[in-house]
């Protein structure tokens, strides 16, 4: 966090992989990055093998809230750097390699790390993300007309829009009888309607238990990779309500709604819908897509089998 730290961060990271890098098969990486500029120029040096797991942020560039890794002119380097030294990328979604972006007109018009480094010839391969259905549970007893959402980061410069809470806080006012959650909520230092509840982070194991009994899931995010939160919202029989970004279309196929372009009046068409034609039945089948599409023993096999066959 912070930045003055950074030299002195690269010289301990380049003690430890010097103390280690010679008796390992290779070195695996989660995100690009700061973290991930060293090992990859070490890797190359003492001939051994180098992974990258993509995950989102560092893959984009959003100059309008200032977010992503290629925003920035240094952690853009090392970041290109490091996706073109390395053996191997493994994204968690086709659209981290590059997509068109039609969602809001403010930013590029097409993200993902090949738009961005456009010289990679790195190999590439695309491994989702996987869950466990076991850990999340739907309630027959659903709060009629409740919206939640998970986000972090709200007290960043970037956090309100990033996640789709300008949206949110929006739409509020003209649904005054639905209730809208927002976990991690707490830090927003703003007015907001009285129909939003602003809740502190909730412990990853005490969620499913608050998550179950809601009706909607809201994702309304400018930019996601594969989010975590969508899918656990999901398999808790949440109807996903989701922006028109990243992998999220594709995670909620036909089970829930789209906004395809950043507009209230659109959003408000939606919530209209959700609410008019919501059975339990439709969070069931979010929660079968996750189960059957992106459970976690298909990304398990699959991450094994390709570190087994390239370190």
């Given amino acids: 966090n912070n930045k003055i730290l950074l030299p002195f961060v690269f010289l301990y990271q380049l003690f430890i992989l010097l103390k280690y890098i010679r008796k390992s098969n290779g070195i695996l990486i989660q995100f690009a990055g700061y973290q991930s500029y060293i090992p990859t120029l070490l890797a190359n040096k003492f001939k051994k093998k180098c992974i990258i797991i993509l995950g989102g942020t560092d893959t984009v560039s959003f100059p309008s809230i200032k977010y992503g890794n290629f925003n920035k002119k240094f952690l853009g380097f090392v970041t290109r750097k490091s ?45 989702y993300n996987g869950y466990k259905p076991d850990n999340w549970f739907i309630s027959e007893t659903k709060e009629e007309k409740s919206f939640v959402t998970i986000a972090a980061d709200l007290g960043s410069r970037f956090g309100l829009k990033l996640k789709g809470i300008d949206l949110i806080l929006k739409i509020a006012e003209k649904f005054k009888d639905c209730k809208f959650y927002i976990i991690g909520g707490n830090k927003l230092e703003i007015k907001t309607p009285s129909n939003v509840i602003l809740i502190k982070n909730i412990p990853h194991d005490k969620l499913p238990e608050f ?101």
Avoid: W
């Fill in 83 to 127: 996706i073109e030294n390395a053996d191997l990328l493994l994204p968690v979604s086709q659209t981290l390699i590059e997509y068109d972006y039609t969602y809001q007109n403010d930013d590029f018009k097409k993200q993902g790390y090949l738009f961005h480094a456009p010289n990679t010839k790195t190999k590439v391969e695309t491994i």
């Fill in 211 to 311: 998550i179950a009994d809601k009706q909607f899931y809201l994702q309304l995010s400018i930019s996601e990779g594969f989010p975590n939160a969508l899918c656990e919202g999901m398999l808790s029989g949440c109807v996903p309500i989701v922006s028109n970004t990243g992998a999220m279309p594709f995670i909620i196929g036909d089970t829930g709604y789209i906004l395809k372009e950043k507009n209230i009046s659109y959003l408000e068409k939606i919530i209209e819908d959700s609410i008019s034609n919501y059975t339990l039945e439709k969070g069931t089948e979010a929660r079968e897509r996750i189960i059957s599409k992106f459970h976690f023993n298909k990304r398990e096999k699959k991450l094994i089998k390709i570190i087994s066959e390239n370190l």
